[in-house]
Nanobody, 121 residues
Framework: QVQLVESGGGAVQAGGSLRLSCAASGHTFSGYGMGWFRQGPGKEREFVAAINWSGGSTSYADSVKGRFTISRDSAKNTVYLQMNSLKPEDTAVYYC??????????????WGQGTQVTVSS
């Protein structure tokens, strides 16, 4: 059984930082792309960042470029999302995903349960 478990969400003031973690179990994800998506209140789920199997290639949504950094530790089957200079519009449930590298959520077969990030002004 594949499991992705996110942690690290919380409440922070604008300009602050958080680091999200996603631990994968039940499957070796070393050969998979992994990514982060988010879904704000009343909004569709949107792509945030992705990283390829080796960690050598990353991609980001324009809205988070320069502020967020995705990384992975394949030995620990864990992917991270470092979020700096947070803005109120970053408020959302953040989801970890595995198995693709594409922007469309429909292309990712594995999902975590999500972790809430709330940024106050």
């Amino acid at each position: 059984q594949v499991q992705l478990v996110e942690s690290g969400g919380g409440a922070v003031q604008a300009g602050g930082s958080l680091r999200l973690s996603c631990a994968a179990s039940g499957h070796t994800f070393s050969g998979y792309g992994m990514g982060w998506f988010r879904q704000g209140p009343g909004k569709e789920r949107e792509f945030v960042a992705a990283i390829n199997w080796s960690g050598g290639s990353t991609s980001y949504a324009d809205s988070v470029k320069g502020r967020f950094t995705i990384s992975r530790d394949s030995a620990k089957n864990t992917v991270y999302l470092q979020m700096n200079s947070l803005k109120p519009e970053d408020t959302a449930v953040y989801y970890c995903a595995a198995g693709s590298s594409l922007v469309s959520p429909a292309r990712w077969p594995y999902w975590g349960q999500g972790t809430q990030v709330t940024v106050s002004s």
